[in-house]
C-alpha cells in the first residue's frame, strides 16, 4: 500500500526546496508566493537498514523498498476557503493525500520575503489550521441542510447522521480541527463522505537556519508547544542541510556529512518514520534468491490481510504462512539454517503480523 504525503504551508516557507531536497522530481524554487502551480509529486523510497541485513544475507538478484509518495501542494493565504490565491485548488489537492506534512518556517532571512512580513509559526499555523476549519464548516453545513429534511421524516438513521454532524459543526466553530474530536470510530463514518481537511493526520515540520540544527531555535521551541496541545510530532530540519544531503550519493559522505551536524539521521528520515508511526503502519518483508522485498501495511492486520498486499489471489487462496523473525535470520544465516533450528513458525489466518516480520505466503486458487 502507497502512502501520499502532502508537503503543505504558507508560501515562503521553504515547501518546494524540502521537495526537491527528498525527490528526483524537481518544483521550481522561486522567492514568490505561487511558484508551485501544479502539484509536484515525488515517488520516494523508504529507507530502512533491516533490508541491508537481509541483503548482505541473501543475495538477491534484486532489493524492492517499499515508497512514499509526497505531493508538494501550492502554497496557503489567508481568505483560501474563499477561493483567494490558489486555494481551491490547493484544498482540493490537499483532499487526496493521507497524512499532512505541514512545513512552518522557523528561520530569520531577510532575502526571502515572508507573506506576512513577519515570522511567528504560531500564527502561520493558526492561518492553515482556520482555512481548513472553515472549508470543513462549509461543507459539514452543506450536509446538515440535506440530512435536516430527512431526520425531520423521523428517519432513525438521519437523525442520528444528524446529531453527529452538529457535534462536528459545534467543534469546527470552536476554532478546532476535526482530528481533535473525540468520537467512535462507527460515529465518524456519518462523516467519511466528507474528506474532511481537519481529520487527517499532521506532522509539523520546523524548517530551521543550519545552525539551529538539530535540536531546533526560539521559533520552533513555540511550535512544539502548540502542536504538543494537540498531540501532534515536529520535526525538526534544515530544507537547504536537506538539498546538501540530497547530492551526495556515497553512503560514507552522507554519514561524514550528517556527523558534521550533529544529525544521526536525515530529515527525510525522520519525516517519514514519523508519518508511520503517526498513521500506524509497519512493514514485512519477503526475501528470495531473485528479490528481498518489503512491504507496508496496517499495525494489526492479519496474515491474510498481509498477502494481499503482494496480490489478491494471495489473500482470496491463503492457506498459511512461514514467518520467521529477523533476529532468527541474522543469527542462523540462511532460511534453511532457520528451518533446521525450528525458527521457522507456521502461522494461520489469525496471526497478526509483526513489524519487521520475514514471510512466505503457502496459498491455493
Known amino acids: 500500500m502507497a502512502l501520499k504525503c502532502g508537503i503543505v504551508g504558507l508560501p515562503n516557507v521553504g515547501k518546494s526546496t524540502l521537495f526537491n531536497a ?49 505531493v508538494d501542494i501550492a502554497g496557503l493565504v489567508k ?24 512545513v512552518i518556517r522557523c528561520f530569520e532571512d531577510d532575502n526571502i520575503v515572508h507573506v506576512d512580513g513577519r515570522i511567528d509559526p504560531v500564527t502561520d499555523k493558526e492561518v492553515i489550521d482556520t482555512e481548513l476549519q472553515l472549508k470543513d464548516l462549509e461543507s459539514v453545513l452543506k450536509k446538515i441542510a440535506r440530512i435536516e429534511k430527512i431526520a425531520k421524516t423521523g428517519d432513525a438513521a438521519a437523525k442520528k447522521d444528524l446529531a453527529i454532524l452538529l457535534k462536528y459543526k459545534e467543534h469546527l466553530e ?20 466528507l474528506q474532511l481537511l481537519t481529520i487527517k ?17 526560539q521559533h520552533s521551541d513555540k511550535l512544539r508547544t502548540i502542536a504538543a496541545e494537540e498531540g501532534a510530532d515536529v520535526i525538526v530540519i534544515s530544507a537547504s542541510i536537506e538539498a546538501q ?10 554519514a561524514m556529512f550528517l556527523e558534521e551536524y550533529n544529525l544521526k539521521q536525515s530529515g527525510l528520515s525522520k519525516l517519514i518514520k514519523a508519518a508511520y508511526h503517526m498513521l500506524d503502519l509497519i512493514t514485512y518483508f519477503t526475501a528470495g534468491e531473485k528479490e528481498v522485498r518489503a ?18 489471489d494471495f489473500e482470496r487462496g491463503f492457506i498459511k504462512a512461514e514467518v520467521i523473525g529477523l533476529a532468527d535470520y541474522e543469527k542462523y544465516k540462511t532460511e534453511l539454517a532457520c528451518r533446521e ?25
Open 22 to 70: 527528498i525527490s528526483n522530481n524537481k518544483a521550481e524554487a522561486a522567492n514568490f508566493p505561487f511558484c508551485t502551480i501544479e502539484p509536484n509529486v515525488g515517488v520516494i523510497t523508504v529507507p530502512d537498514e533491516r533490508l541491508t541485513i537481509l541483503e548482505d544475507l541473501v543475495n538477491p538478484q534484486r532489493v524492492m523498498p517499499t515508497t512514499i509518495e509526497f
Open 79 to 102: 481568505g483560501a476557503s474563499k477561493g483567494e490565491g490558489l486555494g481551491n485548488q490547493f484544498l482540493a489537492n490537499i483532499r487526496e493525500v493521507d497524512a499532512i506534512a505541514h
Open 174 to 193: 470552536s476554532g478546532k480541527n476535526a482530528r481533535a474530536l473525540e468520537i467512535s470510530p462507527e460515529e465518524r463514518k456519518s462523516i467519511a463522505d
Open 201 to 217: 493526520p499532521v506532522i509539523y515540520v520546523a524548517n530551521v537556519e543550519e545552525d539551529a540544527l538539530p535540536d531546533g531555535n
Open 245 to 254: 544531503i540530497a547530492e551526495l550519493e556515497d553512503a560514507e559522505e552522507r
Open 295 to 312: 512491504w507496508t501495511i496496517r499495525r494489526g492486520w492479519k496474515a491474510p490481510q498481509a498477502a494481499g498486499v503482494i496480490h489478491t
Open 341 to 365: 533450528a525450528g525458527k521457522i513458525a507456521i502461522e494461520g489466518k489469525e496471526y497478526v503480523v509483526k513489524d519487521g516480520d520475514i514471510m512466505h505466503f503457502r496459498f491455493n486458487v
